[in-house]
């Protein structure tokens, strides 16, 4: 097995290179607005979740970050141990409140690196048209690493449907928004959360479509 830092390296060119080809064969190419709320410091990122676009080519935008994933995913030969190996974080959904407090203890020893983690509120891919579904494991990080919480809105779901084979051509935009400060109660952190992925969201969405 690679060392990790080779590994991460390789895993950056993959994915990049899978982007190239997604623009080569498919005519998607992609925009990153808002790259500064992400810079030179450890945060924790809640993005919305249309698309395996973004599971993809977060490993490229973003430098070497932590990604909590679903346990069931760790299963699949050769890609588990690397995302392990990688220091991605598996958790079991269905195990409710010990998968959230062993998820809390293994983010919390990530505390002393700059790499980003990376979080789905709503737990899994949603399609552009489905109503929102936010789970509270983002407050639970969020509360107890005490770091900003920079919300992510992308359109990625109108050109890279979820199961669907057939891709459609145009421009994925990706949008960092300004951070969230720690310090917020439950229920304020999470509407704020929820209402800036939403608007900001939908306000791509509906740019996908004019400019199409």
């Given at each position: 097995m690679?060392?990790?830092?080779?590994g991460?390296?390789?895993?950056?060119?993959?994915?990049?290179?899978s982007?190239d080809i997604?623009?080569?064969?498919c005519?998607?190419?992609?925009e990153?607005r808002?790259?500064?709320n992400?810079?030179?410091?450890?945060?924790?990122i809640?993005s919305?979740?249309?698309?395996t676009?973004?599971?993809?080519?977060?490993l490229?935008i973003?430098e070497d970050p932590?990604?909590?994933l679903?346990?069931e995913?760790?299963l699949i030969?050769?890609?588990g141990?690397?995302?392990?190996?990688?220091?991605?974080?598996?958790?079991?959904?269905?195990?409710?409140?010990?998968?959230l407090?062993?998820l809390?203890?293994?983010t919390?020893k990530?505390k002393n690196?700059?790499?980003p983690?990376?979080i789905?509120?709503e737990?899994?891919?949603q399609?552009?048209s489905?109503?929102?579904?936010y789970?509270?494991?983002?407050?639970?990080?969020?509360?107890?690493?005490?770091?900003?919480?920079?919300?992510v809105?992308?359109n990625?779901?109108?050109?890279w449907?979820?199961?669907?084979?057939?891709k459609i051509?145009?421009?994925?935009?990706?949008e960092?928004?300004d951070p969230i400060?720690?310090?917020?109660?439950?229920?304020?952190?999470?509407?704020?959360l929820e209402?800036?992925?939403e608007?900001?969201?939908n306000?791509?969405i509906?740019?996908?479509?004019?400019?199409?």
């Amino acid at each position: 097995m690679l060392p990790q830092r080779i590994g991460l390296k390789l895993l950056k060119i993959w994915a990049k290179s899978s982007q190239d080809i997604l623009l080569y064969i498919c005519k998607i190419d992609f925009e990153v607005r808002g790259a500064k709320n992400i810079a030179n410091h450890k945060v924790l990122i809640a993005s919305k979740h249309q698309s395996t676009w973004e599971t993809i080519n977060y490993l490229h935008i973003l430098e070497d970050p932590i990604m909590i994933l679903k346990k069931e995913l760790i299963l699949i030969p050769f890609f588990g141990l690397y995302a392990l190996k990688f220091g991605n974080i598996a958790i079991k959904r269905s195990s409710g409140s010990k998968a959230l407090k062993e998820l809390i203890q293994k983010t919390k020893k990530t505390k002393n690196n700059k790499r980003p983690i990376i979080i789905f509120p709503e737990g899994t891919r949603q399609k552009p048209s489905n109503p929102k579904d936010y789970k509270r494991g983002v407050f639970a990080l969020y509360k107890n690493l005490n770091i900003p919480c920079v919300p992510v809105a992308l359109n990625s779901g109108v050109y890279w449907p979820k199961n669907k084979l057939k891709k459609i051509p145009g421009r994925i935009i990706i949008e960092f928004l300004d951070p969230i400060d720690p310090g917020l109660s439950s229920s304020i952190f999470m509407s704020e959360l929820e209402n800036r992925i939403e608007n900001a969201t939908n306000k791509l969405i509906t740019e996908s479509k004019t400019s199409d």
